[in-house]
């Protein structure tokens, strides 16, 4: 069947009483009881957006949607957002209601990507971005494709808001979005209130074994604390926005002595053979032992699946950690 409704011949004699009774109706009904028109406003099928690349229209809650950027994830699974397909390679296990869903399809990972299940998923709408930012022009070619990533030089604070705005529209929970935000804003201002702004502070990221330095304004997920919070750096030298940190001897750590260390553990939501938590590999130290960050355990630890989230929920719950850590010290 072609799956469009049957019509059914009205008779002569039906056409005939219909058409008398609605020429009587037209003679009968003064114009002002005429029936009034539909007053209600429909709500909008799509909206314009600006996306890291400039103005979009997509459609407002896709039926489809294909989702890349795992900054966007969290977000996405509170608000109940079936997916089309996702990439499942670098999602760990912290989406089970998308990586366990063989409905799902996988793109696998960024580094070869399976174009041909996001074609099969028949997506309304594209979120890319971040692990696939350089596959950007490819996916636009299959469908309305949007990047919301946080943007590198732009305040970082803003950027979440920003892309958890933005996301609010595109699938209508607008409200929700305002939640997300504010929370965040809390978690900052009160990480800012609790803060001595004297006290130093190192940002490091383990990953392979090795104690790693997170320069303040590039290090991964540590870095941006520093321009945020007006943390106060006991190594105050530039390094990269490497994903596993740049090196940095345990010797010249020690020499900084800070007072607060912030810890990413890169490694640790997979823990994969030969792994070393990033609280062995620094409390563990003979040479980081009487450094009074880690004597006086004043040591933040990011989330074990921090590196493989990173949205706002991610950095709402981190600040909250600094929030809770630098009261706690007072």
Wanted: hydrophobic content about 40%.
């Amino acid at each position: 069947m072609s799956g469009r409704p049957s019509i059914r011949r009205a008779s002569a004699f039906g056409v005939a009483i219909a058409s008398l009774a609605l020429l009587a109706g037209c003679a009968t009904t003064p114009a002002s009881e005429a029936a009034p028109e539909e007053s209600k406003t429909q709500a909008p099928t799509e909206v314009t957006i600006t996306d890291n690349h400039g103005e979009i229209t997509v459609p407002v809650a896709p039926k489809s949607v294909v989702a890349l950027d795992n900054t966007v994830m969290q977000t996405l699974s509170d608000w109940d957002i079936t997916l089309a397909a996702a990439p499942k390679g670098v999602m760990g296990t912290v989406w089970p209601e998308y990586t366990d869903d063989e409905n799902v399809l996988d793109i696998g990972n960024h580094r070869e990507p399976n174009f041909e299940n996001v074609v099969a998923a028949a997506p309304d709408l594209i979120i890319g971005g971040h692990r696939f930012a350089s596959h950007y022009d490819a996916l636009k070619e299959l469908a309305t494709t949007i990047e919301l990533t946080p943007r590198e030089g732009e305040t970082h604070i803003a950027e979440l808001v920003r892309e958890t705005e933005l996301l609010g529209q595109v699938f209508n929970r607008e409200d929700d979005a305002t939640a997300l935000v504010k929370a965040l804003e809390t978690a900052v201002a009160d990480a800012k209130a609790n803060y001595d702004g004297t006290a130093t502070v190192t940002g490091l990221i383990t990953s392979g074994g090795k104690i790693n330095y997170a320069a303040p304004g590039e290090g991964r997920g540590v870095g941006s604390l520093f321009e945020t919070l007006g943390l106060v750096p006991a190594i105050d030298a530039e390094g990269s926005t490497d994903h596993t940190g740049d090196e940095i001897s345990v010797e010249a750590i020690a020499a900084a002595n800070p007072e607060w260390l912030i810890v990413l553990d890169r490694d640790g939501a997979f823990q994969e053979d030969g792994y070393i938590a990033a609280k062995e590999l620094i409390e563990g130290s003979e040479a980081l032992k009487n450094v009074p960050a880690v004597a006086k355990g004043q040591i933040v630890y990011l989330d074990a699946n921090f590196y493989l989230t990173e949205g706002i929920q991610a950095y709402t719950d981190l600040y909250a950690a600094v929030a809770e850590a630098f009261a706690d010290a007072k």
